[in-house]
């Protein structure tokens, strides 16, 4: 009698459980069939550790430094023997020591006018640069425009004595806009040379922190560059801080401002 109320306690039990999870909204079993648990085997099999996700290519390689020195040596004799920019767009364009104008859609030269008294260097060219063919005519350029009207001057004036001609360290767009590699800036340095003794400004703006580094050989920062005058290829030049970093840090466009007037300040003590 005993065992049939055990029975019938642990029956009443396993019903109210199941109704339970039927009033919880549960409606049929996990398996088709009942499982012996006896039958089981003693070790169930290992899982297959999760396969590793697929790791990112490589960047490639920098070129070896023999490679290096041999394309710069090559740019500075073509370089040197183009007699005006004409010749000098062509010595780039036919330059096979840098891989980057394989994935550029343009060669970007230059804008504005050739016998304005500011010459502008920039860095590199930028996905709208790279469509157009032209420097600083994406967002950046934009603000750079603005800029420039501020104090009465622009690409496009008629007087040279308020025009502004206009460049970049590379002529060719790294992927994903990465920043210049030191082997790339030494390769077209030799060009950027010939490039301000043929159009021969009053004065040089060296726009962010890749002109600056580049052609000034120094290891200091943009934002310790900025604002101080110095002579470079026997002219004043100025560091000043890249438009695309005014975009992204508004607060400096004050001292790209004071930057700015005192470029307009210097012009006016060159007349």
Request: proline content about 10%; hydrophobic content about 45%.
């Amino acid at each position: 009698m005993g065992i049939k109320q055990d029975w019938d306690r642990d029956f009443d039990a396993a019903r109210a459980a199941l109704d339970w999870q039927v009033e919880l909204g549960a409606t049929e079993a996990i398996c088709d069939a009942p499982v012996n648990c006896y039958d089981l085997p003693d070790r169930l099999p290992k899982a297959a550790p999760p396969a590793k996700p697929a790791s990112a290519p490589p960047p490639p390689a920098a070129p070896p430094v023999a490679d290096t020195a041999d394309a710069v040596a090559q740019a500075r004799a073509l370089a040197e023997a183009a007699p005006d920019l004409d010749a000098l767009r062509a010595a780039i364009a036919g330059f096979d020591g840098c891989e980057l104008k394989l994935g550029a859609r343009n060669l970007v030269f230059a804008d504005g006018q050739r016998e304005a008294r500011v010459m502008i260097v920039g860095e590199a060219p930028g996905r709208e640069e790279d469509r157009q063919g032209k420097p600083f005519v994406g967002e950046a350029g934009q603000l750079l425009d603005r800029m420039l009207d501020a104090i009465g001057m622009g690409r496009e004036h008629p007087d040279p004595a308020r025009a502004v001609y206009i460049t970049n360290i590379l002529p060719w767009r790294p992927p994903q806009n990465r920043d210049p590699s030191a082997q790339e800036r030494a390769m077209f340095r030799p060009f950027v040379l010939r490039h301000i003794e043929l159009v021969n400004p009053d004065l040089l703006v060296l726009m962010g922190r890749v002109s600056a580094t580049t052609m000034l050989e120094t290891a200091q920062g943009i934002t310790s560059l900025r604002g101080n005058w110095c002579r470079f290829m026997d002219r004043p030049c100025l560091p000043m801080l890249h438009p695309a970093y005014l975009l992204r840090t508004p607060s400096a466009k004050r001292e790209a401002w004071a930057d700015l007037l005192s470029l307009q300040a210097k012009l006016r003590t060159l007349t």
